[in-house]
């Protein structure tokens, strides 16, 4: 066995890897030119079966999973993602489904499981979908209800029909068009009986896991695993019920890429970018090779690079063609060898010499905490480049100009050469465990969660928060009520308003208020003139951290706070007086780590601005209204005077951000790897293919301010979008109800963080050549999620 298979091995081993009640260690990669086909014999029960798939997308657009019929025949049978990405499921020419919801995400694994009971009373019943355990009920066109009841399963039935799928019945030749593109981990095929996701898996701490199929099969399912290099046809299931290969599939297209263990590829939705300006690659093979067309193109990983990471790049190179590999940041820097200048350049300058010919196989090997990206020709050591790589997330990048080709490998498969000792494959398993997610003491919800609720009109407790928060924002979405926060410091009752400068005040008789923080959630009531936070059939969302309780003096600073911190999820509440003088100040704010994003507010004097700071300002005297739309004002030393963000305290300048001895709280937040993120990005305003923002974790919340021109606060989360386009929003700037249709901003939630899909006419995400910056939570850790 050679060193670099054993390491391939092992990755499976890794961090993580106790997670899963049953663990897939191998999976099948297609590239839209070939299927499988059967002839069907007599089925237990022709009008009733389930079939569960486990599948990873490459290409985007009209795949399918499953056909059973031609499409000129009356009797069409095909399940697949059409052109627009959303779940299509024909029955006949005239009857059919296709989902509102969109799934594009390229980046990480869907677990499919279709049930087929054509005899049942009920219309929605009798085709259902679940995608991750979790049923498909938005359809933008559904026909069940035409579904006759003696309607047969055609895929198990023995028909002529035309292979266009990853699986179909008894097949002629088959066609290029709309077959499987990605890769397929398990099918579990089920012939007489209509199942449920219980039997296939269950929810482990927010995650849909794949436990294992232990009933019975019927006469003609079965189990494809592909765990037969040589026959990926074979039925596993002990029923024999074999199928063949249509086209060709070698050893090599069996992957350990799986979803217990998820490997970084080529990211069709993180194209054209980096310090080299380009257009996207034309991907195949399961986005592990990428061809030049007539203009340069570039691609980076679906991955961000942890710890020591190798992975192989092998170029063919011709005519006028230009080749680079290496990795690149968020910025847009890189660290590469170029093959054209054969040299190797580190942000930019050439620092080395370096010759790279074409089909030489390129290895880069990174070092994170080493601060090292080393490259390799055919495993010989060529360069040793240092570079500070703590500070941004870094990817594997590849750019190619006019004829070239790349062929990646990040440990799916067989490494050409030995990577250097202690260097790990890129794969999820090989991430570093979250302190925040699904294998740890404490999970993402249990630090932050949207909870939705309807108002009653009354007094109730609204429940479901998995903890008792310590700061929650309320918005009523239907009705221009202003945003209400509360603390726990504060006090129930008493409201600040994020589109408002006006002072804190005690609500509750007069509008209602959250009357209490409750060990689940928390307690509102209602009040004699207009009720904000419970108004009878009024739809409600509330967002709730968990901070540390009560609070605790703290001295850090050189005024005295009352803190309540998590360091654990990076948040804490700070509240003190601001004093008198006119000299810089500070106050204490117990996070232990320099704070990424600051709220401040006075309390008690009306009009007073709420400022906000963010890591990602040019400046770090430079500061925004988070009431109004402006655009990035400063610098002015004025705002946070000189002391700055610290480890352990926040400056500021009491006589010209508040009044004389005002009472001031402040909310703190640093970025936690794996449950928060505070960035920035550039708008390029496409209209479909915005920019791709990775956070390394699939994202709950959303909120983002373009900061080169005036624009809102736009607030978005994934409880009230539940799926892809995200498009309902609020905007923390304005008591406006809430916003959602076609025509407003839109983005993808995805598994690794979130793809702008528009360049709305109100220009709130992607103009282009606009800054923007943004704020993220989590609701799963990217070591952990699953496609959306």
Same mark, same amino acid.
């Given at each position: 066995m050679t060193a670099s298979k054993k390491l391939i091995q092992a990755a499976a081993g890794a961090s993580g890897g106790d997670f899963y009640p049953t663990t897939l260690d191998q999976s099948l990669r297609m590239d839209g030119s070939t299927s499988f086909s059967r002839t069907f014999g007599t089925p237990t029960n022709a009008s009733k079966w389930s079939c569960y798939f486990i599948v990873k997308r490459s290409a985007l657009s009209s795949d399918f999973f499953l056909q059973g019929n031609t499409f000129s025949v009356s009797n069409n049978f095909s399940t697949a993602f059409d052109s627009l990405d959303r779940f299509y499921w024909s029955f006949n020419n005239s009857t059919y489904m296709i989902s509102t919801s969109k799934y594009r995400d390229p980046s990480a694994w869907y677990h499919i499981l279709l049930v087929w009971d054509s005899a049942n009373a009920t219309a929605a019943h009798r085709a259902r979908v679940y995608i991750n355990g979790t049923e498909i009920t938005d359809w933008v066109v559904d026909h069940r209800s035409s579904v006759s009841t003696s309607l047969n399963a055609w895929h198990i039935q023995n028909t002529t029909v035309f292979s266009t799928a990853l699986l179909a019945g008894s097949a002629t030749a088959p066609a290029v068009a709309y077959q499987w593109n990605g890769y397929c981990a398990l099918v579990v095929? /089920?012939?007489?009986?209509? #199942?449920?996701?219980?039997?296939?898996?269950?929810?482990?701490? !927010?995650?849909?896991?794949?436990?294992?199929?232990?009933?019975?099969?019927?006469?003609?399912?079965?189990?494809?695993? +592909?765990?037969?290099?040589?026959?990926?046809?074979?039925?596993?299931?002990?029923?024999?019920?074999?199928?063949?290969? %249509?086209?060709?599939?070698?050893?090599?297209?069996?992957?350990?890429?799986?979803?217990?263990?998820?490997?970084?590829?080529?990211?069709?939705?993180?194209?054209?970018?980096?310090?080299?300006?380009?257009?996207?690659?034309?991907?195949?093979?399961?986005?592990?090779? $990428?061809?030049?067309?007539?203009?340069? %193109?570039?691609? *980076?990983?679906?991955?961000?690079?942890?710890?020591?990471?190798? +992975?192989? &790049?092998?170029?063919?190179?011709?005519?006028?063609?230009?080749?680079?590999?290496?990795?690149?940041?968020?910025?847009?820097?890189?660290?590469?060898?170029?093959?054209?200048?054969?040299?190797?350049?580190?942000?930019?300058?050439? =620092?080395?010499?370096?010759?790279?010919?074409?089909?030489?196989?390129?290895?880069?090997?990174?070092?994170?905490?080493? $601060?090292? /990206?080393?490259?390799?020709?055919?495993?010989? #050591?060529?360069?040793?480049?240092?570079?500070?790589?703590?500070?941004?997330?870094?990817?594997?990048?590849?750019? !190619?100009?006019?004829?070239?080709?790349?062929?990646?490998?990040?440990?799916?498969?067989?490494? *050409?050469?030995?990577?250097?000792?202690?260097?790990?494959?890129?794969?999820?398993?090989?991430?570093?465990?979250?302190?925040?997610?699904?294998?740890? *003491?404490?999970?993402?919800?249990?630090?932050?969660?949207? =909870? #939705?609720?309807?108002?009653?009109?009354?007094?109730?407790?609204?429940?479901?928060?998995?903890?008792?928060?310590?700061?929650?924002?309320?918005?009523?979405?239907?009705?221009?009520?202003?945003?209400?926060?509360?603390? /726990?410091?504060?006090?129930?009752? %008493?409201?600040?308003?994020?589109?408002?400068?006006?002072?804190?005040?005690?609500?509750?008789?007069?509008? !209602?208020?959250?009357?209490?923080?409750?060990?689940?959630?928390?307690?509102?009531?209602?009040?004699?003139?207009?009720?904000?936070?419970?108004?009878?059939?009024?739809?409600? =969302?509330?967002?709730?951290?968990?901070?540390?309780?009560?609070? =605790?003096?703290?001295?850090?600073?050189?005024?005295?706070?009352?803190?309540?911190?998590?360091?654990?999820?990076?948040?804490?509440?700070?509240?003190?007086?601001?004093?008198?003088?006119?000299?810089?100040?500070?106050?204490?704010?117990?996070?232990?780590?320099?704070?990424?994003?600051?709220?401040?507010?006075?309390?008690?004097?009306?009009?007073?601005?709420?400022?906000?700071?963010?890591? &990602?300002?040019?400046?770090?005297? %430079?500061?925004?209204?988070?009431?109004?739309?402006?655009?990035?004002?400063?610098?002015?030393?004025?705002?946070?005077?000189?002391s700055g963000f610290t480890s352990t305290t926040c400056g500021f300048r009491s006589n010209y951000t508040f009044v004389v001895s005002d009472d001031v709280v402040t909310y703190n937040f640093a970025e936690v790897e794996g449950f928060s993120k505070f960035g920035s990005y550039t708008g390029n305003g496409s209209a479909t293919e915005g920019p791709f923002i990775y956070c390394g974790f699939r994202p709950a919340w959303i909120m983002i301010k373009e900061i080169s021109n005036a624009d809102d606060w736009m607030i978005t989360d994934a409880d009230v979008n539940s799926y892809n386009p995200a498009y309902y929003q609020l905007k923390a700037n304005t008591s406006g109800a809430e916003v959602g249709n076609t025509s407003y901003s839109k983005l993808d939630f995805v598994s690794n963080g979130f793809k702008i899909r528009t360049n709305p006419v109100d220009g709130a995400l992607n103009t282009s050549g606009s800054n923007y910056i943004y704020m993220a939570f989590a609701e799963m850790p990217f070591k952990y999620s699953v496609g959306r």
């Amino acid at each position: 066995m050679t060193a670099s298979k054993k390491l391939i091995q092992a990755a499976a081993g890794a961090s993580g890897g106790d997670f899963y009640p049953t663990t897939l260690d191998q999976s099948l990669r297609m590239d839209g030119s070939t299927s499988f086909s059967r002839t069907f014999g007599t089925p237990t029960n022709a009008s009733k079966w389930s079939c569960y798939f486990i599948v990873k997308r490459s290409a985007l657009s009209s795949d399918f999973f499953l056909q059973g019929n031609t499409f000129s025949v009356s009797n069409n049978f095909s399940t697949a993602f059409d052109s627009l990405d959303r779940f299509y499921w024909s029955f006949n020419n005239s009857t059919y489904m296709i989902s509102t919801s969109k799934y594009r995400d390229p980046s990480a694994w869907y677990h499919i499981l279709l049930v087929w009971d054509s005899a049942n009373a009920t219309a929605a019943h009798r085709a259902r979908v679940y995608i991750n355990g979790t049923e498909i009920t938005d359809w933008v066109v559904d026909h069940r209800s035409s579904v006759s009841t003696s309607l047969n399963a055609w895929h198990i039935q023995n028909t002529t029909v035309f292979s266009t799928a990853l699986l179909a019945g008894s097949a002629t030749a088959p066609a290029v068009a709309y077959q499987w593109n990605g890769y397929c981990a398990l099918v579990v095929d /089920v012939d007489g009986q209509a #199942l449920t996701p219980s039997d296939f898996g269950e929810f482990k701490n !927010g995650v849909w896991v794949y436990t294992g199929y232990t009933g019975s099969y019927g006469n003609q399912g079965f189990l494809l695993d +592909f765990s037969n290099s040589s026959s990926f046809g074979a039925d596993s299931s002990g029923n024999g019920n074999n199928w063949s290969v %249509n086209g060709t599939l070698t050893s090599s297209d069996q992957m350990i890429d799986t979803p217990t263990n998820n490997f970084c590829t080529l990211n069709p939705l993180y194209e054209g970018y980096g310090s080299y300006t380009a257009a996207p690659f034309t991907l195949s093979e399961g986005n592990l090779q $990428g061809a030049g067309n007539s203009t340069a %193109n570039n691609c *980076a990983g679906t991955m961000a690079i942890a710890g020591k990471n190798y +992975f192989e &790049s092998t170029w063919t190179v011709t005519g006028n063609g230009q080749a680079i590999i290496g990795i690149m940041n968020t910025s847009g820097q890189t660290v590469v060898l170029d093959g054209y200048y054969n040299a190797v350049f580190v942000l930019g300058t050439n =620092v080395q010499s370096m010759t790279f010919n074409t089909n030489d196989t390129i290895g880069v090997a990174t070092d994170v905490d080493g $601060g090292t /990206v080393k490259f390799y020709r055919n495993g010989t #050591l060529g360069y040793t480049a240092s570079v500070t790589l703590t500070d941004d997330d870094w990817f594997p990048w590849v750019y !190619g100009a006019l004829n070239s080709t790349s062929v990646v490998n990040f440990g799916q498969s067989s490494f *050409a050469y030995t990577p250097p000792t202690g260097y790990e494959t890129l794969s999820t398993a090989n991430l570093p465990e979250p302190a925040i997610g699904p294998n740890s *003491a404490t999970q993402s919800d249990e630090n932050f969660n949207t =909870v #939705l609720y309807t108002g009653n009109g009354s007094t109730q407790s609204v429940t479901g928060v998995n903890f008792q928060p310590d700061f929650t924002w309320i918005k009523d979405r239907d009705a221009a009520y202003g945003h209400q926060l509360y603390d /726990v410091l504060r006090g129930a009752e %008493n409201t600040l308003r994020s589109d408002s400068a006006v002072a804190e005040y005690n609500q509750g008789a007069q509008y !209602g208020a959250l009357t209490s923080f409750d060990s689940d959630g928390f307690s509102v009531d209602v009040g004699s003139d207009v009720d904000v936070v419970n108004t009878t059939g009024n739809d409600y =969302v509330s967002w709730n951290w968990k901070a540390n309780g009560s609070g =605790v003096s703290n001295t850090d600073g050189t005024v005295t706070s009352t803190v309540s911190a998590n360091t654990n999820a990076g948040f804490s509440i700070a509240t003190f007086n601001a004093g008198t003088g006119t000299t810089d100040k500070t106050y204490g704010h117990g996070l232990g780590t320099t704070p990424a994003f600051v709220l401040m507010k006075a309390r008690t004097t009306t009009a007073t601005q709420w400022w906000v700071w963010h890591k &990602s300002f040019s400046n770090p005297n %430079n500061y925004l209204y988070l009431q109004e739309t402006f655009a990035l004002l400063g610098p002015d030393a004025n705002v946070w005077g000189n002391s700055g963000f610290t480890s352990t305290t926040c400056g500021f300048r009491s006589n010209y951000t508040f009044v004389v001895s005002d009472d001031v709280v402040t909310y703190n937040f640093a970025e936690v790897e794996g449950f928060s993120k505070f960035g920035s990005y550039t708008g390029n305003g496409s209209a479909t293919e915005g920019p791709f923002i990775y956070c390394g974790f699939r994202p709950a919340w959303i909120m983002i301010k373009e900061i080169s021109n005036a624009d809102d606060w736009m607030i978005t989360d994934a409880d009230v979008n539940s799926y892809n386009p995200a498009y309902y929003q609020l905007k923390a700037n304005t008591s406006g109800a809430e916003v959602g249709n076609t025509s407003y901003s839109k983005l993808d939630f995805v598994s690794n963080g979130f793809k702008i899909r528009t360049n709305p006419v109100d220009g709130a995400l992607n103009t282009s050549g606009s800054n923007y910056i943004y704020m993220a939570f989590a609701e799963m850790p990217f070591k952990y999620s699953v496609g959306r």
